[in-house]
């Protein structure tokens, strides 16, 4: 499948930003922003998996993802000024800051968000793409989770729903080989995700999550065949989490040394420059240039959210509704 040049510079300037607002909010460059989000959950490591599955999506398609969900916003168009302010719990966020990390959207750009609960959004996913399948186009619905969602029962009834409806609806398992501190091995047999999804009657394949230009072939393809068919599909990308579940988790406890410096050394951000460059897709020139963008447009969003205001305590019952 030939790959654009603008494709491959969108997917490396989603990768490159994504790494450098989580390295920054790591950082806790921002007091304003790091007060409020050490609980989040940290995507370094796993720019790839959404850079390349998003690079093969319309506007109109719908996306859905789990708690993990900063390189899903970023790939999927949202405004990063707001995208950062809904972290930090400030109005100008994408939910007025009511939600956080884990309870926003915007619907505009078909970026329908997280939820708190592990598996959560994946039944909501496939009322979404049997609405989409009624209507009568050809957008699609992915919803994306991690391996942790797998041996949950809400996961295995929306896997049956679309199988038995055949809608449009991507399951896009993002294996990043944790469920906080437990590996697939003790909560999922058999190991092989493919054919767990088989089991529904879904096609699906493994890619490397490591490597953009191949998640966003695997994508593409399988998208492609969803908008003639409007059936469902299954696609496994497997990758790495850098850091800890949360930000203060240490993963010494449950992981070793070697198997992250193994990860480490398959890093998207350098996996993508280098097959753009062989591909003959960017220069090393085009590629400085997006990473000082990136660079950039990051610090602008981290300083519009710092200035952003809280709400108001009068605010607190505005969106009760029972
Ligand atoms: C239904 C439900 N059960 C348990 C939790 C607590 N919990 C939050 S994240 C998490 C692990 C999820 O692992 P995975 O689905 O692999 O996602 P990842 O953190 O790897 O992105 C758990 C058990 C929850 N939020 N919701
Ligand atoms: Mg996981």
């Given at each position: 499948m030939d790959v654009t040049s603008a494709t491959a510079a969108k997917m490396y300037r989603d990768i490159v930003t994504t790494r450098y607002l989580e390295d920054a909010l790591i950082a806790g460059i921002s007091g304003a922003i790091h007060s409020v989000m050490r609980v989040g959950h940290p995507v370094t490591g796993q720019e790839a998996v959404a850079a390349g599955a998003c690079a093969?999506?319309?506007?109109d398609d719908l996306i859905f993802c789990g708690h993990r969900m900063k390189h899903w916003a970023i790939a999927k168009g949202v405004d990063l000024g707001a995208l950062v302010a809904e972290i930090a719990g400030k109005?100008?966020?994408?939910?007025g800051g009511m939600g956080g990390e884990m309870h926003n959207y915007d619907d505009?750009?078909?970026?329908?968000g997280p939820t708190h609960m592990v598996a959560g959004t994946l039944p909501v996913a496939v009322g979404c793409a049997m609405a989409l399948k009624l209507q009568g186009g050809d957008n699609i619905v992915l919803a994306e989770y991690s391996d942790g969602a797998t041996p949950n029962g809400v996961w295995h009834e929306a896997m049956n729903l679309a199988s038995v409806y055949q809608v449009p609806v991507l399951f896009f398992l993002?294996?990043?080989?944790?469920a906080e501190s437990t590996p697939p091995i003790y909560h999922s047999r058999p190991g092989n995700f493919v054919e767990k999804a088989a089991g529904y009657g879904f096609p699906g394949e493994k890619v490397d999550g490591q490597d953009a230009f191949a998640v966003y072939e695997a994508t593409s393809k399988t998208v492609e065949a969803m908008r003639r068919e409007r059936t469902p599909r299954f696609i496994e990308a497997v990758t790495y989490?850098?850091?800890?579940?949360?930000?203060?988790?240490?993963?010494s406890r449950y992981r070793t040394a070697e198997e992250e410096a193994y990860w480490r050394g398959r890093d998207p951000v350098d996996l993508c420059a280098e097959s753009a460059k062989q591909r003959g897709l960017l220069s090393a020139d085009e590629l400085e240039q997006i990473r000082d963008q990136a660079k950039r447009a990051v610090a602008t969003a981290i300083e519009f959210a710092d200035e952003s205001p809280f709400p108001d305590l009068a605010d607190l019952e505005q969106y009760v509704i029972a």
């Open positions: 093969a999506l319309r506007q109005t100008t966020g994408l939910a505009s750009i078909g970026y329908m993002e294996n990043n080989q944790y989490r850098y850091y800890g579940h949360w930000y203060g988790d240490r993963t």
